[in-house]
């Protein structure tokens, strides 16, 4: 059976993907030194003796243990996520996606394994055009208060191609749009965490600026089939996953007081510095390279996550 290390592997999304990975049969090892990620999420699956968990930081010289046996897939997944935490700490933000990358491409490259870097479309800044196809270079404010993030997936995104021309690895760089599900933090930071966590507790639901800003969210089950084929695929080139379904955030916020039946009021605080006005991706090279689309309705995965916020500590 296939071996995979997947980097941030106690994640929203790395946990996911542990899931799913080992119900395919592979043996997986989770790095992650839990700087934003949770053991809690992992820790249901520990009773499958092929999951291996190891407490690291990427950006650090990876254990020899590690080094010693043979990978077939390197999932690079490790970098904080979410605007409060990057915001946070931006220099250990910006040593995941530079270090991190690094050391986890020269890991593959000893092993000879398949390598799929998790860039973002966070690459795209506050964007001219919309929705935004791989062709588009991005308008991204590199030393403004989000660039830590932006520019550390930007540069992995680089060093990623580089070793795909220069080493010829066999790499795979997936532009994650906005997803959301079970496993999300309450404290996340983004709109959706932060929209049902007010909602379900009957308190005011918060909307930074006119709520006519535009986003996309993609539920996880079908981000994760995404990373899947992309992962299985021939693809080197950047891919778009996402859902292109676009709603105003002011729609989100009325979809989740519905969903909830909650009594929270709206209200509008001031924009931060530098977010995106829009953000909708054009996943006609997912389609077609990956024969991928999301499937889930917007309203049922909302639904799910909000049923898993009611018990989630």
């Keep these: 059976m296939p071996t995979t290390l997947i980097t941030g592997g106690a994640g929203f999304i790395g946990s996911h993907l542990c ?13 992650d030194n839990l700087s934003t990620g949770n053991y809690n999420n992992i820790q249901p699956l520990r009773s499958n003796r092929e999951l291996f968990y190891e407490y690291h930081d990427v950006s650090k010289e990876i254990d020899s243990w590690i080094t010693n046996i043979d990978i077939d897939f390197i999932l690079h997944f490790a970098s904080p996520a979410s605007p409060v935490d990057y915001q946070k700490i ?4 910006l040593q995941a996606g530079s270090l991190g990358t690094f050391n ?3 890991l593959a490259l000893s092993k000879k394994a398949k390598y799929v870097l998790a860039s973002t479309s966070e690459i795209y800044g506050d964007p001219s055009i919309n929705p935004q196809p791989e062709s588009y270079y991005g308008n991204v404010n590199s030393i403004g208060i989000r660039s830590c993030y932006d520019e550390s997936k930007r540069f992995a995104e680089a060093l990623t191609m580089a070793y795909h021309r220069v080493h010829k690895l066999d790499t795979k760089i997936a532009r994650i749009f906005n997803t959301f599900g079970e496993k999300m933090r309450k404290n996340d930071g983004r709109v959706i965490p932060n929209f049902i966590t007010q909602a379900l507790k009957n308190e005011p639901i918060t909307i930074y600026g006119d709520g006519n800003q ?4 993609c539920y996880i089950s079908d981000l994760i089939e995404g990373i899947y084929k992309l ?15 676009e709603h105003t955030v002011l729609e989100i916020a009325q979809i989740i007081k519905g969903v909830t039946t909650s009594k929270s009021n709206i ?7 530098d977010d995106p006005h829009m953000r909708c991706p054009d996943i006609t090279r997912a389609k077609k390279e990956l024969k991928w689309e999301p499937k889930v309705k917007l309203t049922d995965g909302i639904t799910k996550t909000a049923e898993w916020f009611k018990y989630a500590s």
């Design 231 to 245: 992962m299985m695929s021939d693809v080197n080139e950047p891919i778009n996953l996402g859902n292109p379904e």
């Design 267 to 273: 209200i509008f605080k001031k924009l931060p510095e």
């Design 214 to 217: 535009t986003r996309s969210f």
């Design 104 to 106: 986890t491409l020269n």
């Design 19 to 31: 899931k799913f990975l080992l119900e395919k049969g592979h043996t997986v090892i989770a790095m």
């Design 90 to 93: 931006p220099i250990q933000t």
